[in-house]
């Protein structure tokens, strides 16, 4: 119940193409779901997060869609760059224990020039 | 601004030995989040700090302990080092606790277990 399942684990798209990166999960006590963008070598960056009172977040090129009933949630990362390439964790945490957050498996994103 | 900072960067240790990670979060944050990226999977809780206290503990055995300082610094030590320790360490700073939800990660410290 406190598993973060992500999909799929590699993805490779062409420059100005759509990236899509599903995650799902089971407690309903999650409120809160990030994502993070890791490069080689350096720790995770907060892209963009979302509470379940929200079904869409969009922050320039990327954006969150949040579907509570399926208990599924998914970046999409629009008119993608190779500057995107790199790997993105898909992330829950829940009210009181905010410090703690759960991390999927990873998905690594490859952008062809 | 200064972001969260790591030392040291890498480190190379012996199967038995002792590790001490060491971790500065951001300025005005006052609680520090430890985790273990072992490669190729996401990054796994360990520790939550604030306000000098524990705050939680994720499933790891107790030859991981960490500590966290008046000035919000902290500490992660590692006992009896396994191969199986080899991995990030990674240290987030979090905001506001407990309404905070964002945590802000350093580079990681790079442990390799020979």
């Known amino acids: 119940q406190q598993q973060v399942k992500q999909s799929p684990q590699s993805l490779i798209v062409q420059k100005g193409g759509i990236s899509i990166i599903n995650c799902a999960y089971e407690n309903t006590a999650f409120d809160y779901f990030p994502w993070y963008q890791q490069f080689p070598g350096k720790g995770p960056a907060l892209l963009i997060a979302?509470?379940?009172?929200?079904s869409e977040k969009k922050e320039g090129r990327f954006t969150i869609s949040f579907n509570k009933s399926a208990k599924q949630f998914s970046l999409h990362i629009m008119d993608s760059q190779p500057g995107d390439s790199a790997t993105y964790f898909c992330a829950a945490s829940m009210a009181g224990n905010t410090g703690k957050l759960i991390f999927g498996q990873g998905t690594t994103l490859q952008v062809k020039p | 601004d200064a972001g969260v900072t790591q030392s040291p960067t890498h480190l190379i240790k012996t199967r038995g030995q002792h590790v001490t990670l060491r971790c500065s979060p951001i300025?005005?944050?006052?609680?520090v989040s430890w985790y273990q990226q072992v490669l190729g999977q996401g990054p796994q809780f360990i520790f939550q700090y604030y306000e000098k206290e524990e705050r939680g503990r994720g499933n790891f055995p107790d030859r991981f302990s960490a500590r966290q300082f008046p000035n919000y610094s902290s500490e992660l030590n590692v006992n009896a080092l396994l191969l199986g320790d080899s991995a990030l360490y990674l240290c987030?700073?979090?905001?506001?606790?407990?309404?905070?939800?964002?945590?802000?990660f350093g580079p990681g410290t790079r442990l390799t277990v020979t």
């Open positions: 300025s005005g944050h006052k609680s």
């Open positions: 987030a700073s979090i905001p506001r606790v407990p309404i905070s939800y964002e945590q802000y």
């Open positions: 979302i509470r379940p009172d929200v």
